[in-house]
């Protein structure tokens, strides 16, 4: 056993191959996906459903190994099926964290017992709490795709009821906004977004993708749409990056891409917190 990290001098071509082009696509389509939904994420205190989604998604990736499906189609299935019924049970936020931590613990009692069947899942299972954005397959990217399509058209159709919905439940509520049923469309939206960024980033890093830049940017900026854009940019450049960085040092491209994230969430934060103290 040894540490293979290093600088890689054929870095340039290591990008220029077929493996690496899918991987920036794959996950310029996920970063897309992540800023159209990122900023609802934050406003509606769902960063917990997000981080469980792709906890729920654990057993239909188990099952798809058992049956013999794609790893997608089964993430796919839990995820959406998981988010519309934490939609359906929680109208509001402290609702959604009943219906979120329920769900969660039978889809992980399920995932459990799932993967004590599989006999053959052990780099299945690795790939879906870490993510293997270098290995994504051009049936992926059109499932990406489709989720990017799907999501951008959604989110354009219920964008200003939504973002009511979001702010103020209650007076959205009151002026006759239909809430519960913008919950569980949102909802489904996540679990799009979710099952695509598993595959990307995986179970346990998740949250830097989807959350992250969304929150750095509502820091920057309090206009929604700017807000959503920004997110949306520093998704992108953050996959870039770190796919760059993955290709020069030999990395798993998840580690720099939530480490540059992450990186700059911090210094926006402390700047965000010297600029709020009182002047002396």
Same mark, same amino acid.
């Given at each position: 056993?040894?540490?293979?990290?290093?600088?890689?001098?054929?870095?340039?071509?290591? &990008? %220029?191959?077929?493996?690496?082009?899918?991987? +920036?696509?794959? #996950? !310029?389509?996920? =970063?897309? /996906?992540? *800023? @159209?939904?990122?900023?609802?994420?934050?406003?509606?205190?769902?960063?917990?459903?997000?981080?469980?989604?792709?906890?729920?998604?654990?057993?239909?990736?188990?099952?798809?190994?058992?049956?013999?499906?794609?790893?997608?189609?089964?993430?796919?299935?839990?995820?959406?099926?998981?988010?519309?019924?934490?939609?359906? &049970? %929680?109208?509001?936020?402290?609702?959604?964290? +009943?219906?979120? #931590? !329920?769900?969660? =613990?039978? /889809?992980? *009692? @399920?995932?459990?017992?799932?993967?004590?069947?599989?006999?053959?899942?052990?780099?299945?299972?690795?790939?879906?709490?870490?993510?293997?954005?270098?290995?994504?397959?051009?049936?992926?990217?059109?499932?990406?795709?489709?989720?990017?399509?799907?999501?951008?058209?959604?989110?354009?159709?219920?964008?200003?009821?939504? &973002?009511?919905?979001?702010?103020?439940?209650?007076?959205?509520?009151?002026?006759?906004?239909?809430?519960?049923?913008?919950?569980?469309?949102?909802?489904?939206?996540?679990?799009?977004?979710?099952?695509?960024?598993?595959?990307?980033?995986?179970?346990?890093?998740?949250?830097?993708?989807?959350?992250?830049?969304?929150?750095?940017?509502?820091?920057?900026?309090?206009?929604?749409?700017?807000?959503?854009?920004?997110?949306?940019?520093?998704?992108?450049?953050?996959?870039?990056?770190?796919?760059?960085?993955?290709?020069?040092?030999?990395?798993?491209?998840?580690?720099?891409?939530?480490?540059?994230?992450?990186?700059?969430?911090?210094?926006?934060?402390?700047?965000?917190?010297?600029?709020?103290?009182?002047?002396?």
């Amino acid at each position: 056993m040894y540490l293979a990290l290093g600088y890689q001098q054929n870095w340039v071509e290591i &990008l %220029g191959s077929p493996f690496m082009r899918n991987a +920036v696509l794959g #996950g !310029t389509l996920v =970063a897309l /996906a992540a *800023g @159209l939904i990122g900023y609802f994420i934050v406003v509606r205190s769902s960063a917990f459903a997000a981080h469980a989604l792709a906890h729920i998604g654990f057993p239909g990736a188990t099952g798809a190994v058992l049956l013999g499906l794609p790893v997608s189609a089964g993430l796919a299935v839990f995820c959406v099926g998981g988010a519309l019924v934490i939609g359906a &049970l %929680g109208k509001r936020a402290d609702e959604r964290e +009943v219906a979120t #931590g !329920t769900v969660l =613990a039978a /889809a992980t *009692g @399920l995932g459990l017992f799932f993967n004590s069947l599989a006999t053959k899942s052990s780099s299945t299972m690795t790939n879906v709490l870490f993510g293997n954005l270098l290995a994504v397959s051009r049936d992926q990217l059109i499932g990406f795709a489709v989720g990017v399509v799907l999501l951008a058209a959604v989110v354009g159709l219920v964008y200003r009821p939504l &973002l009511f919905a979001s702010v103020d439940a209650a007076v959205a509520e009151a002026k006759g906004v239909p809430v519960r049923w913008l919950s569980v469309v949102f909802m489904a939206l996540l679990g799009v977004a979710v099952t695509m960024a598993v595959q990307a980033v995986g179970t346990l890093l998740l949250f830097a993708l989807v959350v992250t830049p969304a929150a750095t940017a509502i820091m920057l900026t309090p206009r929604p749409a700017a807000a959503m854009a920004m997110s949306t940019a520093l998704s992108v450049v953050a996959v870039w990056a770190g796919l760059a960085c993955s290709a020069m040092f030999n990395l798993p491209p998840s580690f720099p891409i939530v480490t540059i994230v992450s990186t700059i969430w911090l210094v926006v934060w402390v700047a965000a917190q010297r600029r709020s103290q009182p002047v002396r």
